[in-house]
Each structure stands twice: as C-alpha cells, then as structure tokens.
C-alpha cells in the first residue's frame, strides 16, 4: 500500500516534470572519501542560503553523502585531516590540517577552514554557467577531483603532493612526522607577516598578472605540473587549466550535478 502510493507519487511529479519544465529548485553535490583512512569533509557558504546539510561530518573511508544546495549558492568544499573533537574545543586545532572554526560543524560564518588545504570551489549563482575550481593556492592537503555528469572538465590534484613537497613548504605533520599537507609559497608568505607585498600571493606591487608572471612564484611548476588541472596561483586563469565552466540547466531536473572524491584513482580521470 505504502508503496503504491509512493509510485503513485512518482509518476505524477515525473508528469508535473514533463508539462511545466520549471526551473530546478536545488542542486547537488556529492562528497565521496576514497581515502583509505576517515577525513572531516567541510564546506563553506560563500553566498546563496545555507544548505541543510550541516556544514561538517565524518566520512569513514570509502563512504559518502549527497547534500542539496540552492540554485544561486557558491562556495567551497574541503576535508580535514586527523581531527579530535573529544575536548570540546570549537578551534580549527582540532584537525591537523583543514580546520575551522567552530569544531565538527564548522561556522557559517568565520568556519572558512585553516590552509593548507585543497578546496573544491563551485559558484552556481552564474546565469547561464557554473564556475569552479579546485584550488592550492593556499596550498595542499588532500588528494581530489571535483568532477561531474555532464561532460565539462574535471578539475583535479589528484596526486600525493604533500610527501614530495619542497622542503621550504611542507607540513603540517603529523604524530609520526608523516605530512598532511604543503603550503604555497603564498601562504608561507602569509604566515610570515608579508601577505600584503608578496610576488607568490601576486598583491601589492605584484597585483597585476603582468607584475605576477608564473615565474615569479615560488614552487608553481612543482604544484602545476603535478595538478595540471588545479587553480595554483592568484592569476592561473591564464593558464586555461584552472577555471573551468559548465553549462547551466534551463529546465527541471537537467542540472549538472558534481562530485568531490578524496584520493580518486587518477587513472579514472
Ligand atoms: C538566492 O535565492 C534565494 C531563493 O532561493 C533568495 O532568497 C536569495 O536572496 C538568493 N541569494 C542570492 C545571493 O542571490
Ligand atoms: C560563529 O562565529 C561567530 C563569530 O565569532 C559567533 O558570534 C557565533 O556564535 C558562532 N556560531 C556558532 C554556531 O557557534
Ligand atoms: C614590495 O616589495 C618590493 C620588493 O620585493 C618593493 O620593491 C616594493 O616597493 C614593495 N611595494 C610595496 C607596495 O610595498
């Protein structure tokens, strides 16, 4: 009974579907951990209204979960390495790399996430296309590819870049000194109090793409190179790999939907 009027209820919405072709209501993204050990998958809501789905949860190795956004939300998606929340503590020191504010559920306002830190970044709020990346300009933590159903690239740093990281860049460490994570030069820059002048973040007398070629900053063929298919300095755009675009839907249910994996195959990309 109860599934007949479940079935009942399919059929007509797929009805509704077919004579109204009303804009979609929702978008969604899938968040896989393929790591062999548990990451804190994160997000953060740039604009847009907040998802339903609390914005951090643990995700055992091999496990995943789908959640809806709004049509019009941006923002970013990340894991977290190695993280306690035994003590209570709403500091982004209760994971050893990617940690935010706020503890398990990061804050949706300051829960933005600590760098280093591979991030999928997603704007839907574009009219006739989605804009999205995944990022290491504040550096590295996690292995992953942001791809989707609906033929566009696949953004991705699908590889160990924390183990071969430069010498001058790496960490932070773990327990046994095993890394999990790789600065930018960038962040390095940031962490030493020169965030605002800085030739690797491409700001103050760098903060043009014609004061800020690849070549003056530090480590970019080491990220670029490896991640051919990731955003890996302020003005990568240029390099045609960086910033890719997908095409948006124009009626219901034919919206390109995505997925974040943590430690893909990379040779299924
Ligand atoms: C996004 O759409 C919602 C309705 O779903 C609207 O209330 C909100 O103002 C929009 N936000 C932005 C940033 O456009
Ligand atoms: C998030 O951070 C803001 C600013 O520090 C704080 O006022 C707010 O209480 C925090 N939210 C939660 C749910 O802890
Ligand atoms: C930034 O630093 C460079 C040297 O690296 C210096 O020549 C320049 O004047 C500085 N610019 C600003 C805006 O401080």
Redesign the pocket.
């Known amino acids: 009974m109860q599934q007949f009027s479940f079935l009942s209820t399919l059929a007509f919405i797929s009805l509704a579907t077919m004579v109204s072709a009303e804009p979609s209501t929702a978008r969604f993204i899938t968040v896989l951990n393929d790591c062999p050990f548990t990451v804190w998958p994160a997000f953060f809501t740039a ?3 907040q998802p339903e789905q609390v914005p951090g949860w643990e995700a055992k190795p091999r496990t995943g979960l789908t959640f809806a956004t ?1 049509t ?1 939300w941006s923002g970013r998606i990340w894991g977290r390495r190695v993280c306690d929340f035994s003590t209570g503590s709403t500091n982004p020191d209760t994971c050893l790399s990617g940690g935010c504010n706020g503890g398990l559920i990061c804050n949706t306002t300051t829960g933005t996430g600590v760098p280093p830190a591979t991030l999928a970044t997603i704007d839907f ?1 574009g009219t006739s296309k989605d804009i999205y990346t995944v990022s290491v300009v504040d550096g590295y933590n996690l292995p992953m590819a942001f791809v989707n159903n609906g033929g566009c690239s696949f953004a991705s740093c699908p590889v160990d870049l924390a183990t071969s990281c430069p010498v001058d860049l790496a960490g932070p460490f773990d327990r046994d000194g095993q890394p999990v994570g790789c600065k930018s030069a960038c962040l390095r820059d940031a962490l030493a109090g020169n965030a605002g002048n800085s030739s690797n973040c491409c700001t103050g007398s760098f903060g043009s793409q014609e004061a800020c070629p690849t070549s003056s900053v530090e480590h970019y063929s080491y990220f670029k190179q490896s991640c051919p298919n990731s955003f890996a300095y302020a003005f990568d755009e240029s390099s045609g790999t960086a910033v890719f675009q997908c095409p948006k839907a124009v009626k219901f249910d034919e919206d390109v939907e995505y997925t974040v994996t943590f430690c893909p195959d990379p040779f299924n990309l």
């Open positions: 604009s847009g209204p709004a019009n709020s």
